[in-house]
């Protein structure tokens, strides 16, 4: 018997020894390895639905990081565009961080410097000056970062970056929006005009101001005023209430129109002109967002027009270009995206940014740098 007993003790032994030991470490580990399956799946899933996809972009141990940075400040068109980004980065397997330096140009460039230090992949940059930008993104070119900019001008001693940049096709939205204005006059002599315009230094706005500069040439236009913000926290607020202070000086009549070379500035303008009664000096602009429409829709407004062109999807195409940059394919140096004349009389009771398109022929439509396999990845992603 105690041989017998003996004999089992040393099975036990054995069997105790043989087994892989239990700690409560290991259960935080297995529970870290169950986490991330996840994310495994999602990386090489695009290898089997997305058979297209550049090599570049399947079987990644992490995912792609893009930092999303704006000059500008919180207003609807940064929102959009922030979100048409954010949605076509997200559609390919990319994690978008976004952020908002609200046209501070120090902090501007500290956040870009910090996401450059963060070893992000890739950048959109957004609105930077040309006085720095070259400066500021050739780190991020030296690290490897890929870069696409929008509304940036990078140059400096004659000497650009390996970057693609993206405008909106100023010109033609400043030719669309100074025409509406010329066409207010049926008498052939030149719009008087309160022009709404900060600069130079600002690439968009130094782009639709050699165009303003052309029609005044041309004797089209006539600047009685030019009116700009200082206070870029409420750019509404201190517009109404500099062009509320200019409105006493011009009696009825005299003013034909007060043209926004950014509607931010022409939605202070729009409160300003309403306050005083002010039904014969008529509001274009340039850029659009719901609240621009919703004012353009109010009874007896004066704000008559707007060129634009859809911010969601000026976000879309760069992050496209970005992820075309990722997978090696060819860029171009430069790309403007199409303007488009949006009239309030257009409109219907419920037209959004969403459905603006209902309305606008070709309105926030663009196949420009979408490939098949950023299709195929959408539909993976998607699922």
Known sequence: ?????????????????????????????GAAT??????????EAP????????????????????AVVRNLPSDDHTKQFLDGARKMGESLGFVVDTFIADNDDAKFQELVAQAIEKGYDGMIISHGKKDYSYDMLKPAVD???????FDTVIEKDGQTLPITTTFQDDFK??????????ALKTDGSPARIIKLWWGPGVPPLDRRETIYQKFLSDGKIETLETV??????????????????????YPEGTVDAIWGSWDEMAKGAYTAIKDAGRTDIKLISIDVSNQD?????????????????????????DMRLLAKSFAGEELPANYDLEAKLVKGSQLKPDTTMLTLKDVIDGWGKSDAFLEPWMEQMASCNAK
């Open 1 to 29: 018997m105690n041989k017998l007993f003996t004999a089992l003790l040393v099975v036990m032994f054995l069997l105790a020894a043989c087994a892989p030991a239990v700690t409560p470490a290991a259960a935080p580990e």
């Open 34 to 43: 169950e986490a991330a399956a996840p994310e495994a799946v999602a990386t």
């Open 47 to 66: 290898a089997a639905c997305a058979p297209d996809a550049p090599a570049a972009l399947v079987g990644l141990a992490e995912p792609i990081k893009i």
């Open 143 to 149: 690290k490897g970062i890929k870069v696409v900019t």
């Open 173 to 182: 939205l400043a030719e669309l929006s100074l025409g509406e204005i010329v």
């Open 228 to 249: 700009g913000p200082t206070n870029f926290q409420d750019v509404q607020g201190d517009i109404a209430a500099k062009v509320g202070a200019l409105l006493a000086k």
């Open 293 to 317: 429409m919703n004012l353009m829709r109010e009874p007896g407004s004066v704000w008559l027009s707007t060129a634009a062109v859809d911010p969601g999807l000026i976000g879309m195409v």
